[in-house]
Every structure is written in structure tokens, then in C-alpha cells.
């Protein structure tokens, strides 16, 4: 066990399943207490259960400002303090609308997930580390600085992403919290089933490594960011894309 981040508490949204599991486990493993937010409830004590380390669960909606603030409220009276925030709870595309054709309610459905949910995290968070410091990892994407066809919404909720976080770096940079995002090219999670083999392969095609990426690695971007390794990046978007966005 790498010991970086022994003695700090972190909080992970979307924290129980896919990329939120993965940054768990990660910074868990690295000595971080971890409270794990999720819409299921259940799945993020199931979650904590498995682990045999010092972590706990609550249930958030990232859309909800009310939600918000509980789920950091919560973590400070677990814990007493907040180090690192995780915004990773997001949504994909569902369907390949172009822009004139998405419906104004599937617009709004992705954009107060994907953006405004880390915006409602962020403003729960930054408050409980202006006394200590802290840093911040929101997910965004590739999508958050190339675009694909049908895709508009999420690719404006992840631009967007990467935008809200390069202004709160700058916000909050002298009262000591680090604020980046990290954009994860094609994932192997939930997010992706349904699709055949041939889709898969298509996917991988994409990326001139050849494949997609397992949720493991994406956390080991997100536990650096995380780290004291990296307390001179701020505002920073990091891509893990196998080379997705280098072509």
C-alpha cells in the first residue's frame, strides 16, 4: 500500500460503480479515508463494505443544491475535514441527436448532471477547505476539448466542465486548493454496455494505443492530481486517451 495520502479524507461522487469505484479503491488504497456519494444508496454501502478500510456512503443528488451540501455536511461530521473532492458523477449521450433535433428536456437532463452537478459539488466542497486547503479532480472528457457527431450536450456539458474548472483554479488558487480536471478517453464501464463486439472494436480503433481504457487507470490520474506530487498544477485538464485526442 502506497501510503501518499495517509491522514486525508476524500470524496468521491458517482463514488459506486465505474470510474467513481475505481477512484475509491485507488484512493483508498493510498491511505485516504474515502466517503462514497452515489444516487444508489445501496450500492455505495456495498461498496464500502467490500473494501476493509475506513470509508463510508451517502446518498447525493448532483443536481439538487440541498443534496450537495448534506453529502459534504456529512463527510465533515464523519470525519471532521475535507481534503480531496472527486467529481465524478456524470451521464452519457443518449441518443445521436443533432443539435436542432435534441429536445430541450434531454438537454437539460445531461447539462444538470454533467456540468451543473460539479458545480453544485464544487460549491459544497471549496467551502469546507478554505481554512486547510484541498484539491479538487472534476471528471470531464475528451469530449471537453474535440466533438463527435450526435453528441452535442454532453460535449457542451464536458466543455463546459473543463471551463468551470479552470475559473475556480483561478478563484481559489491563493487559498490553497488545487482545482483540475482529468478527460478520460473511451472507458471500459457501464457507461459503454450494450454495444456488440464490433462496436467495441470500432471504439478501440479510435485510440492509437489500440484499445480502451480500464477505469483503473483513469483513477491513477485522478489520485496525482489528488496528491502532493502535484501541488503546482492547478487548473489544469489532463488527458487520458490513449492518444485520442493527439491524432
Not at 16 to 37: H, N
Not at 158 to 178: N, S, W
Not at 189 to 197: A, I, K, S, V
Not at 223 to 246: C, E, I, K, W
Request: aromatic share 6%.
Amino acid at each position: 500500500m502506497n501510503e501518499n495520502l495517509s491522514g486525508l479524507v476524500a470524496l468521491v461522487t458517482g463514488g459506486a460503480s465505474g470510474i467513481g469505484a475505481a477512484c475509491v479503491k485507488e484512493l483508498s488504497a493510498q491511505g485516504a479515508k474515502v466517503v462514497i456519494a452515489d444516487r444508489s444508496l445501496d450500492a455505495a454501502k456495498a461498496l464500502s463494505a467490500s473494501l476493509n478500510v475506513d470509508s463510508s456512503a451517502v446518498a447525493v443528488d448532483v443536481t439538487d443544491d440541498d443534496s450537495c451540501q448534506k453529502m459534504v455536511d456529512y463527510t465533515l461530521e464523519k470525519y471532521g475535514r475535507l481534503d480531496i473532492a472527486v467529481n465524478n458523477a456524470g451521464v452519457g449521450n443518449p441518443d445521436k441527436s443533432r443539435v436542432a433535433e435534441l429536445s430541450y428536456a434531454d438537454w437539460r437532463k445531461l447539462m444538470s448532471v454533467n456540468l451543473d452537478g460539479v458545480f453544485l459539488s464544487m460549491k459544497a466542497e471549496i467551502p469546507a477547505m478554505l481554512n486547510g486547503g484541498g484539491s479538487i479532480v472534476n471528471i470531464a472528457s475528451i469530449m471537453a476539448c474535440v466533438a463527435t457527431y450526435g453528441a452535442s450536450a454532453y460535449i457542451a456539458s464536458k466543455h463546459g466542465v473543463m471551463g468551470l474548472t479552470k475559473a475556480a483554479a483561478v478563484d481559489y488558487a491563493k487559498d490553497k486548493i488545487r482545482v483540475n480536471s482529468v478527460g478520460p478517453g473511451y472507458v471500459d464501464t457501464p457507461m459503454l454496455g450494450g454495444r456488440t463486439e464490433e462496436q467495441y472494436k470500432e471504439i478501440a480503433s479510435r485510440h492509437p494505443m489500440g484499445r480502451i481504457a480500464k477505469p483503473e487507470e483513469i483513477a491513477a490520474v485522478v489520485a496525482f492530481l489528488a496528491s502532493p506530487a502535484s501541488a503546482f498544477v492547478t487548473g489544469a485538464y489532463y488527458t487520458a486517451d490513449g492518444g485520442y485526442t493527439a491524432v
